[in-house]
Structures are given as C-alpha cells and as structure tokens.
C-alpha cells in the first residue's frame, strides 16, 4: 500500500486549503482513512478521521474548521481546511488503517499559515 499525499502549501490566516491523498495497493474497502499533522517540537495528532461506512472524528482544535470526505472508488480522502489559523501550521500526514490494524503513512505535506 502506497498514500500520496499532495495540496499543502502557504495561506493567510483565514484562508482555505484542501489536501488529499490517493491510496494505492492491495486496500480493502473497510479500511480506515485518515489525517494527522506533526507542528515543529510537538508529537504527531490525529486531526481527522472516516471510517468505511463514514463515521467522522475530528480533533476538538479543527471541528467546525475542517472537513473530512472520501472518494471509495478512487482510494482518496479529502481534507478542507477553513478558518485556518497560524497554529494550524504543521506537516500533515495521511494514515490508511487495514483490517487487523496494520497502518500505512503517507509522506507528509507542509500546511503553512502565516498571521
């Protein structure tokens, strides 16, 4: 299983950004997909998550903020991001869990967000 990860970038406070990730390999449609996000000095958190049958769960810091969607037929999971604000800056990794727990990540994508 490979994720690639691309939609990062550089916005204003305020301003919006989608980024998505693409998974390929053997994925069974049950898995679980999802984002976190590493800021400089600080530990990997979860920001989003959806499920196969898309239950959401987002951190208590993005919701209302982000958006999680998914596109089951092509492997992809969305991330919109509003309001976005300067603490949101940080790498943004994709996660896809398999049955049974197995984890892939994806290489990261840099969302920063100037004041």
């Known amino acids: 299983v490979q994720l690639q990860a691309c939609g990062g970038g550089l916005v204003q406070a305020g301003g919006s950004l989608r980024v998505s990730c693409a998974a390929s390999?053997?994925?069974?449609?049950?898995?679980?997909m999802g984002w976190y996000r590493q800021a400089p000095g600080k530990q990997r958190e979860l920001v989003a998550t959806?499920?196969?049958?898309?239950?959401?769960n987002y951190a208590d810091s993005v919701k209302g903020r982000f958006t999680i969607s998914r596109d089951y037929f092509k492997n992809t999971v969305y991330l919109q991001m509003n309001s976005l604000k300067p603490e949101d800056t940080a790498v943004y990794y994709c996660?896809?869990?398999?049955?049974?727990?197995?984890?892939?990540w994806g290489k990261g994508t840099q969302v920063t967000v100037s004041s």
């Open positions: 390999g053997s994925i069974f449609s049950i898995a679980v």
């Open positions: 996660k896809l869990t398999q049955p049974g727990g197995m984890d892939y």
């Open positions: 959806m499920s196969s049958i898309g239950s959401e």
